[in-house]
């Protein structure tokens, strides 16, 4: 995949060291070792398509990846966005593998029907990095997300405790073509049902959109109290779920008796803010920052041809083996008022 042989070396130099900065890779402890060195490869232009711009989360993603690309050292072609748009995106996948990418980073958000691009990308042998889902087939270089199963635990255990075990909560779920919306509307589903099953779930099916999740919220409210709201994507659910209880009269501080105790995912500084103000009770971290600067760094091994395997690496992840690849597991902590503070998290450092 090279241009020229005289970049061989080069990039095998290179290389070197950023293994030695991104990933531990320690091959005879059992870790996420690389298996091998540079292997003939080097470098090459990466093609990135931003999944969508209608979420803040995504959006500081963006950032995150226009940053990253200078500090990396990325030969990056102008970007992409695919707008949630499956058909969308194979169609700039084909602009990017067609201006000379040799790499491509994408975050599909139907992971069934993305499949066709990725065997059309393996017959070209262009790696692929797919950034916080987990296409469902098709061959991938590495995924690179968080244990979404645990935010849907985490959500559950949360609302559970704050509950007492009892109640009523809406679920605002995600698309569920996505691999990100089963695995949490899944494992919160099940968490309730075997701890909490006394707690009454409303599921409702948003397809990521704030305006659905609304107009099922407001409906829910008619209908009797709501004690609890798991939403699985405060980017674009927050916003309008706030509205919406402020019109209703239902945004209190948590000690009132009439507070809706709400638990989001995302991470993302409004969310952190609203926990401050007590709006919201807390939040899973996605690691938008973690998701840009691993998606970079996996892509430019790929080109030069590195290999990992399943094990911990040091940037306190863990990398398991999945059917069509693997994936890096990034950490994705709760937030409450008690951390929220913290100024290791991404969301505290957006604009510094």
């Not at 790499?103 to 797919?130: E, F, H, R, W, Y």
């Not at 087939?137 to 007492?164: E, P, W």
């Amino acid at each position: 995949m090279l241009k020229r042989r005289t970049a061989v070396v080069v990039a095998g130099i290179a290389l070197v060291a950023l293994a030695a900065a991104g990933c531990n890779r320690g091959s005879s402890s059992g870790g996420s070792g690389a298996s091998g060195g540079a292997g003939g490869g080097g470098g090459g232009k990466v093609g990135i398509d931003q999944p969508r711009s209608d979420s803040d989360f995504w959006n500081s993603y963006a950032k995150y990846i226009e940053s990253g690309i200078k500090d990396q050292g990325i030969d990056a072609l102008p970007r992409t966005n695919s707008q949630n748009q499956i058909t969308q995106l194979a169609a700039n996948v084909k602009t990017l593998v067609a201006q000379g990418a040799k790499a491509i980073v994408m975050a599909p958000q139907d992971t069934a029907a993305v499949a066709t691009t990725l065997d059309d990308l393996a017959g070209k042998n262009i790696p692929v990095v797919s950034v916080d889902t987990r296409p469902d087939t098709g061959k991938v270089s590495m995924v690179v997300r968080a244990d979404n199963r645990a935010y849907g635990q985490k959500a559950c255990d949360f609302l559970g405790q704050k509950l007492g075990g009892k109640g009523t909560v809406v679920e605002f779920e995600g698309a569920l073509s996505s691999i990100n919306g089963r695995d949490r509307s899944e494992a919160f589903g099940d968490c309730m049902k075997q701890k909490y099953p006394t707690i009454k779930v409303l599921a409702e099916e948003t397809d990521w959109k704030g305006d659905t999740a609304s107009a099922k919220l407001q409906n829910d409210l008619n209908q009797g109290t709501v004690n609890g709201i798991y939403m699985q994507a405060g980017g674009v659910f927050l916003a309008p779920t706030i509205a919406l209880l402020q019109q209703k009269k239902l945004l209190v501080a948590p000690s009132d008796p009439k507070h809706i105790f709400i638990v989001s995912n995302d991470g993302i500084p409004q969310e952190f803010a609203a926990i401050k103000a007590g709006q919201i009770d807390a939040t899973v971290s996605q690691p938008a920052d973690l998701y840009a600067k691993y998606a970079l760094f996996y892509a430019k091994a790929a080109l030069a041809g590195q290999k990992f395997s399943a094990g911990p690496t040091d940037h306190q992840s863990n990398i398991i083996t999945i059917p069509n690849g693997l994936e890096d597991q990034l950490p994705a902590p709760l937030v409450t008022k008690d951390n929220v503070g913290d100024q290791s998290l991404w969301g505290n450092q957006v604009g510094k």
